[in-house]
C-alpha cells in the first residue's frame, strides 16, 4: 500500500491513523470538512484536502492514484442524530456512498470503513457477537449499519474491497470532549483535571468496553493489508467491559485527584445498557486484539489533557 485517502483524518481517531501511515512510509492525504475536526490535528506529512464527502465529485482529485481509503469521516454522535436524522443521513449515508463511487471510479483496492458497536442495538444479552441480528436504536446507528451493507455489497457491485471494523468506545489522545457520547472518557478526565464531579446519565451501572485509540490504529492497518476483505464486519474492541462509576474512580486515580460523587441526570434514549465485543472474529481474519489495559490508556489519555489543557470544552 503506498497512497492512502485516510476521510475524517482531522478528527480524533483519523488522524492518528494518518500518522501511523506516514510513519510506515506510506504517501497519506487527508480529506475533511472540519465540521468536528481541526486542521491542527492534520499532521505536517499529509496532503490535506477541505471536502464534505456529501458533495458530488468533491474528492475526485485527492482520491485519484490511491490504492487504499481509510473512512473515518462521520456525524459520530447518537444524540445529534436523534436531534437531526437528516443531516445524520447525509453526513453518515450519503457521504459513505459518494465515496464508494469515486473509490470505484479511482480503481481503488480496498476500503476500511469505521463502524460502530450502535449497530447492535440495547438487547444484546452478554457479548455483542457478529452473527447477531442488528437493531440499531438510534439514526447513527442505524445510518452506520447502512453504510456496512452498502461496502458488504461493494465487491461484487463496484469492484471494491471493503473492511467493515465496528469499533466499541474509542478514547485517548486529542479526542474532543465537546463530543457528548463517544467522548465518556474525554469528558471525565477534563473534570478531574479540573476538580469537578461529571455528569452521569442514568445511576452509572451502564458499562462500556472502552478501546483504546493505538489498538484502533493497528486494527486499520491490519484492514487495510489483511487478504481477507470481502466486506467482513469485525468488532473492534477488547471484550473487558468497564461501568461508568468504576470508570471514574479509574480516572481519579490516573488523575492522582479524590474520587468525587458524581452528579447524575437522567438516562438518555438512544444510550444502550451494556456493550462487550465478541473478539474472536477479528483475531482469526485480522490476527487482531486489544492490547492496552484501561490503566495504561488512561495515563496516555491524562498526560495528553495536561498538556493541551486548552483542549476542554
Ligand atoms: N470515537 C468513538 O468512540 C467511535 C466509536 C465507534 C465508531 N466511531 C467512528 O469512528 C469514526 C471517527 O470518529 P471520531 O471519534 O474520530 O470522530 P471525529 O468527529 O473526531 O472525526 C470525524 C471527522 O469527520 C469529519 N467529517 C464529518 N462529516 C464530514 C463530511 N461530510 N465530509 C468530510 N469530513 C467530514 C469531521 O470534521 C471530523 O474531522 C467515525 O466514523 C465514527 O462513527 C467512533
Same mark, same amino acid.
Given at each position: 500500500?503506498?497512497?492512502?485517502?485516510?476521510?475524517?483524518?482531522?478528527?480524533?481517531?483519523?488522524?492518528?491513523?494518518?500518522?501511523?501511515?506516514? #510513519? !510506515?512510509?506510506?504517501?497519506?492525504?487527508?480529506? $475533511? @470538512?472540519?465540521?468536528?475536526?481541526? &486542521?491542527? /490535528?492534520?499532521? %505536517?506529512?499529509?496532503?490535506?484536502?477541505?471536502?464534505?464527502?456529501?458533495?458530488?465529485?468533491?474528492?475526485?482529485?485527492?482520491?485519484?492514484?490511491?490504492?487504499?481509503?481509510?473512512?473515518?469521516? #462521520? !456525524?459520530?454522535?447518537?444524540?445529534?442524530?436523534? $436531534? @437531526?436524522?437528516?443531516?445524520?443521513? &447525509?453526513? /453518515?449515508?450519503? %457521504?459513505?456512498?459518494?465515496?464508494?463511487?469515486?473509490?470505484?471510479?479511482?480503481?481503488?483496492?480496498?476500503?476500511?470503513?469505521?463502524?460502530?458497536?450502535?449497530?447492535?442495538?440495547?438487547?444484546?444479552?452478554?457479548?455483542?457477537?457478529?452473527?447477531?441480528?442488528?437493531?440499531?436504536?438510534?439514526?447513527?446507528?442505524? /445510518?452506520?449499519? %447502512?453504510?456496512?451493507?452498502?461496502?458488504?455489497?461493494?465487491?461484487?457491485?463496484?469492484?471494491?474491497?471493503?473492511?467493515?471494523?465496528?469499533?466499541?468506545?474509542?478514547?485517548?489522545?486529542?479526542?474532543?470532549?465537546?463530543?457528548?457520547?463517544?467522548?465518556?472518557?474525554?469528558l471525565f478526565v477534563t473534570a478531574a483535571l479540573e476538580?469537578?464531579?461529571?455528569?452521569?446519565?442514568?445511576?452509572?451501572?451502564?458499562?462500556?468496553?472502552?478501546?483504546?485509540?493505538?489498538?484502533?490504529?493497528?486494527?486499520?492497518?491490519?484492514?487495510?493489508?489483511?487478504?481477507?476483505?470481502?466486506?467482513?464486519?469485525?468488532?473492534?474492541?477488547?471484550?473487558?467491559?468497564?461501568?461508568?462509576?468504576?470508570?471514574?474512580?479509574?480516572?481519579?486515580?490516573?488523575?492522582?485527584?479524590?474520587?468525587?460523587?458524581?452528579?447524575?441526570?437522567?438516562?438518555?434514549?438512544?444510550?444502550?445498557?451494556?456493550?462487550?465485543?465478541?473478539?474472536?472474529?477479528?483475531?482469526?481474519?485480522?490476527?487482531?486484539?486489544?492490547?492496552?489495559?484501561?490503566?495504561?490508556?488512561?495515563?496516555?489519555?491524562?498526560?495528553?489533557?495536561?498538556?493541551?489543557?486548552?483542549?476542554?470544552?
Amino acid at each position: 500500500m503506498t497512497r492512502v485517502l485516510v476521510t475524517g483524518g482531522a478528527g480524533f481517531i483519523g488522524s492518528h491513523i494518518a500518522d501511523a501511515l506516514l #510513519a !510506515r512510509g506510506d504517501e497519506v492525504i487527508v480529506a $475533511d @470538512d472540519l465540521s468536528s475536526g481541526h &486542521r491542527e /490535528n492534520v499532521p %505536517a506529512g499529509a496532503r490535506f484536502v477541505e471536502a464534505d464527502l456529501a458533495e458530488p465529485e468533491t474528492l475526485t482529485d485527492a482520491i485519484a492514484g490511491c490504492d487504499g481509503v481509510i473512512h473515518c469521516a #462521520a !456525524r459520530a454522535s447518537v444524540t445529534t442524530s436523534i $436531534d @437531526d436524522p437528516v443531516h445524520s443521513n &447525509r453526513a /453518515n449515508l450519503q %457521504a459513505s456512498t459518494r465515496l464508494l463511487l469515486a473509490a470505484r471510479d479511482a480503481g481503488v483496492r480496498r476500503l476500511v470503513y469505521s463502524s460502530t458497536s450502535a449497530v447492535y442495538g440495547d438487547e444484546v444479552e452478554g457479548e455483542a457477537h457478529e452473527a447477531l441480528r442488528e437493531r440499531p436504536v438510534s439514526p447513527y446507528g442505524m /445510518n452506520k449499519l %447502512a453504510a456496512e451493507h452498502l461496502f458488504r455489497m461493494a465487491p461484487a457491485l463496484y469492484g471494491v474491497d471493503t473492511v467493515c471494523l465496528r469499533y466499541f468506545n474509542v478514547y485517548g489522545p486529542r479526542q474532543d470532549p465537546s463530543s457528548p457520547y463517544s467522548g465518556v472518557i474525554s469528558l471525565f478526565v477534563t473534570a478531574a483535571l479540573e476538580g469537578r464531579p461529571p455528569t452521569i446519565y442514568g445511576d452509572g451501572g451502564q458499562s462500556r468496553d472502552f478501546t483504546f485509540v493505538g489498538d484502533v490504529v493497528r486494527a486499520n492497518l491490519a484492514a487495510l493489508d489483511a487478504p481477507v476483505g470481502g466486506g467482513a464486519a469485525v468488532n473492534i474492541g477488547g471484550g473487558r467491559p468497564t461501568d461508568l462509576l468504576a470508570l471514574w474512580a479509574a480516572i481519579c486515580r490516573a488523575c492522582g485527584v479524590d474520587n468525587l460523587q458524581p452528579d447524575h441526570g437522567p438516562a438518555r434514549p438512544g444510550d444502550i445498557r451494556h456493550s462487550r465485543a465478541a473478539v474472536a472474529r477479528v483475531a482469526e481474519l485480522l490476527g487482531w486484539r486489544a492490547e492496552v489495559p484501561l490503566d495504561a490508556g488512561l495515563e496516555a489519555t491524562v498526560a495528553w489533557y495536561r498538556a493541551h489543557p486548552l483542549a476542554a470544552p
